[in-house]
């Protein structure tokens, strides 16, 4: 048996810890044991549906209480997980159907589990001849014993998308989870007898499925999930689990830190108790360090520690977890001369002249090493900047893709993660910037975050609605464009302002024009379904 379902096992066999869902109108807890058993019926049935050792299966199902025993039966049965891509009430079905399709085909999927909301689409998934099973189906079955598992059995296939927009997976195994899971708990100094965890993250998304349903059902640790509806619906949902379960560990994006802030700033006094917070991590986008400030600050009132902020850098390839920023020393910003960081690619920290704040990722977690390396693999040294390449167990052995398997890592193991960036004297991780959206201009490297950050800093532009748009790439003198979302898109007057303010606000911060602005109603903007942003897909805005 590999470890990784080995020790999920005794888990559940041991471990008092559960997951609460159902939040905030039917609150269910359940036991991390209790789950097994359902999950032990739901191998059962889907035996009975043919489904066996190394068989992929998609999941397309919106609530935490389905999906954590039907992945587990789905490992028990040997099999990988995919989680689909959830179609919205503004989606094209019949695009979303054709989409799901090409990522069936491309993973061999033997079968989708289909649960609430997303029963309605059975029907046009089983016109295309996908298999579908539904949830209920799978909680009828009769429980029966796991299978044997092997350290390189693929455990998930985590969607992403390529640089074209075609699909693409991350091909997880047995071993990168059990690596993955211990390194993370280690680096966030978990307390298995006093820390619970809170997350609203998707669980099509990795932070959301490793980070906040897999690792505590592998390790034993005490979670309460909602689903990111609950909170889009209502953000302070958020701050009302922190204090109903004394919750001591969350993470987001920068985007959902930034509505908190906001919402808490308008909250009374006492209204929440954030005090036992000891992990209050962001990553899956760049960290804005104005807005972290910001939420500390709204925060205050509230009892949040300082302390509790952790930066944290990871990826789908990593399984997750790159680095995170040490517990208990909150959040650091490094300072350096923006001139010659964008110059000469060097991170020289000063106090004076044109400067640019960069916030530290912590050291690399446990059992992962990491390097700087140079157009010409030459590796650099401290506070050189270049192409950030990892090596460890945790880092997937390759991608699955529409023309076959494809690899991640080099002949050596290493991974390119495709970010710019730096270590410290500390060792601890600066990411600069993604390497295919720096813009070149004059031999400077100008990076879309500071770009974006500036733009976003026009009133009237919505919190993370600023795009920097890379043109004419790897001509000798590269441009750029930027796209604004804003409530006002339909006010001429407030246009010309935003633009022309946008305008400014970009030549203060990097000392050059775009070559355009667009301003665009809210919703325009494409992104991931994690809300990063999407550059590339972002340039027919602006032409």
């Given at each position: 048996?590999?470890?990784?379902?080995?020790?999920?096992?005794?888990?559940?066999?041991?471990?008092?810890?559960?997951?609460?869902?159902?939040?905030?109108?039917?609150?269910?807890?359940?036991?991390?044991?209790?789950?097994?058993?359902?999950?032990?019926?739901?191998?059962?049935?889907?035996?009975?549906?043919?489904?066996?050792?190394?068989?992929?299966v998609g999941i397309l199902a919106g609530q935490p209480v389905d999906i954590a025993p039907a992945v587990q039966a789905i490992w028990m049965r040997g099999g990988s997980v995919t989680m689909l891509h959830q179609p919205t009430p503004r989606t094209d079905l019949a695009h979303w159907a054709e989409e799901t399709q090409l990522v069936v085909d491309m993973i061999s999927a033997r079968a989708v589990v289909l649960s609430s909301p997303f029963e309605p689409v059975g029907p046009l998934l089983a016109k295309r001849g996908i298999t579908v099973v539904s949830v209920d189906q799978l909680r009828e079955g009769a429980p029966i014993d796991p299978v044997q598992t092997a350290e390189d059995d693929t455990a998930l296939l985590q969607l992403t998308s390529g640089s074209t927009g075609s699909p693409k997976a991350v091909r997880i195994t047995h071993e990168n989870f059990h690596t993955n899971s211990h390194a993370m708990l280690t680096a966030a100094k978990y307390d298995f007898d006093n820390d619970v965890m809170i997350s609203w993250l998707p669980l099509?998304?990795?932070?959301?499925?490793?980070?906040?349903l897999t690792t505590p059902m592998h390790c034993g640790c005490e979670t309460v999930n909602v689903t990111p509806l609950e909170f889009l619906q209502s953000p302070l949902l958020w701050a009302e689990l922190i204090t109903k379960y004394r919750g001591t560990i969350t993470s987001a994006p920068n985007f959902?830190?930034?509505?908190?802030?906001?919402?808490?700033?308008?909250?009374?006094?006492?209204?929440?108790?954030?005090?036992?917070?000891?992990?209050?991590?962001?990553?899956?986008?760049?960290?804005?360090?104005?807005?972290?400030?910001?939420?500390?600050?709204?925060?205050?009132?509230?009892?949040l520690p300082s302390t509790a902020l952790v930066p944290a850098y990871g990826m789908a390839e990593t399984t997750l977890a790159i680095s995170f920023a040490n517990v208990g020393e909150g959040m650091k910003v490094d300072t350096v001369d923006a001139d010659l960081l964008e110059g000469v690619h060097s991170a020289v920290p000063t106090t004076k002249g044109n400067l640019r704040r960069l916030v530290q990722l912590g050291p690399l977690v446990p059992n992962l090493e990491g390097r700087v390396v140079d157009n010409e693999g030459n590796v650099l040294g401290t506070r050189a900047v270049g192409t950030i390449?990892?090596?460890?167990?945790?880092?997937?052995?390759?991608?699955?893709?529409?023309?076959?398997?494809?690899?991640?890592?080099?002949?050596?193991?290493?991974?390119?993660?495709?970010?710019?960036?730096?270590?410290?004297?500390?060792?601890?991780?600066?990411?600069?910037?993604?390497?295919?959206?720096?813009?070149?201009?004059?031999?400077?490297?100008?990076?879309?975050?500071?770009?974006?950050?500036a733009a976003g800093t026009v009133d009237g532009v919505r919190p993370g609605a600023a795009v920097a748009v890379r043109l004419d790439a790897g001509d000798r003198r590269e441009s750029f464009a930027?796209?604004?979302?804003?409530?006002?898109?339909?006010?001429?007057?407030?246009?010309?302002?935003?633009?022309?303010?946008?305008?400014?606000?970009?030549?203060?911060?990097?000392?050059?024009?775009?070559?355009?602005?667009?301003?665009?109603?809210?919703?325009?903007?494409p992104k991931t379904p994690s809300g990063k942003l999407r550059r590339s897909s972002s340039a027919a805005l602006v032409k």
């Open positions: 048996m590999s470890r990784f379902t080995d020790e999920m096992y005794a888990t559940a066999a041991t471990s008092k810890a559960g997951i609460v869902t159902g939040e905030p109108t039917s609150p269910l807890r359940q036991t991390w044991g209790e789950v097994h058993q359902v999950a032990r019926g739901m191998a059962g049935a889907l035996k009975d549906a043919g489904i066996g050792p190394g068989d992929a099509f998304h990795d932070m959301g499925m490793v980070g906040f959902a830190w930034s509505l908190l802030a906001r919402r808490l700033q308008q909250a009374e006094d006492g209204a929440y108790d954030l005090s036992r917070m000891k992990v209050a991590m962001s990553g899956a986008e760049p960290i804005d360090p104005d807005t972290m400030n910001a939420l500390l600050e709204a925060g205050k009132r509230f009892g390449e990892v090596r460890g167990k945790a880092v997937s052995p390759g991608y699955i893709t529409v023309e076959g398997e494809k690899p991640t890592r080099d002949a050596n193991g290493w991974l390119n993660t495709g970010d710019i960036g730096y270590f410290t004297e500390d060792n601890e991780i600066v990411v600069c910037g993604r390497a295919k959206d720096v813009i070149i201009m004059g031999g400077r490297n100008i990076y879309p975050t500071d770009i974006e950050r930027v796209a604004v979302e804003t409530k006002l898109h339909d006010i001429p007057d407030e246009v010309t302002r935003i633009h022309h303010e946008v305008v400014h606000a970009v030549f203060a911060e990097v000392g050059v024009r775009p070559r355009t602005v667009a301003v665009l109603a809210p919703g325009s903007i």
